[in-house]
DNA sequence: CACTATCATTTGCATATACAAATATAAGGA
DNA sequence: TCCTTATATTTGTATATGCAAATGATAGTG
């Protein structure tokens, strides 16, 4: 094997971005009921989880920028998915009744999409990988 | 720890591209000798390996999509870092002497990039970290 | 009570990346 | 040799995502 193959094997840069961009072809087979792509489900799904939470709230959750947050947000509120409620600085959101029901079809959608990489990768690997990529993440979000 | 909080840290589509976004964060630090992105930086990598090659192997190899390549060797010709040359149907790449140096620079950065994170994240972390993601990646594309 | 510093959100702008359709070229069969 | 099919690249278009600057709002200090 060349040098060059092998660093991108080893370059963490280069196999997460690889593999994110993999896993999330599949994700979109999986979440097809709607027309938006699979990170505003995570970001519903945290809404659900916790209404009325403040957007920087669920920056932090979702580990994205407060810019990323405010256009996801107008777009959900566009589909009447989700409703704002601004507080003096903050604001908080929390599903409208479309944004529940949206909900419960993106748990049908998880649980396939689980499915089918379990199939893939083997339950181990999965399951490795994504405590590993989780602590991974808190390691280099604590050292900014 | 609440449910939804549990289903973001075992969900790979999650946890993979929240990584992504965190370790770019860290590549672009390192890479700061040019206004190129990281992933250019690993075509280029590509490229001085196997000069000549052509641009449907370097999607392969990089596991990007055919239009990506395109933009991506269009800016870096107009930045005189590679050279296209069309035969038939294909094309074929290779690196100018600005290229090459600018190869050299990137493997300065990449060196610092490694240090880096191995220092935050763990040598044994990191190691098995992108040796998985790289079977992960594997198993993916080949299940296309 | 005014003013300044701090904090949360938005806006402007840029860019990596993909899909689908269009185009260009080659290759193989009649 | 022509026509059809297959293959490689490009183009049009869309979008997630971020940074930096702008805005809006509070809170604490003199």
Redesign the pocket.
């Known amino acids: 094997m060349q040098e060059e193959e092998k660093v991108l094997m080893q370059c963490l840069f280069f196999t997460s971005?690889r593999f994110a961009?993999n896993i999330t072809?599949l994700a979109e087979k999986n979440f097809d009921f709607s027309d938006?792509?699979p990170?505003y489900f995570y970001m519903i799904m945290v809404i659900h989880g916790q209404p009325n939470i403040?957007?920087?709230e669920l920056c932090q959750k979702l580990s994205?920028?407060?810019?990323?947050s405010?256009?996801f947000?107008e777009?959900l509120v566009k589909q009447n998915l989700v409703r704002?409620q601004t507080s003096?600085?903050?604001?908080m959101i929390s599903l409208t009744e479309d944004g529940e029901a949206l909900y419960v079809a993106f748990r049908k959608g998880l649980k396939s999409l689980f499915e089918d990489y379990n199939e893939i990768l083997g339950k181990e690997l999965s399951m490795n990988l994504s405590l590993m990529l989780h602590e991974a993440s808190q390691k280099l979000e604590k050292n900014n």
């Open positions: 971005n961009r072809k938006l792509a990170s403040t957007q920087k994205i920028a407060p810019s990323t405010t256009r947000i777009k704002k003096g600085k903050q604001t």
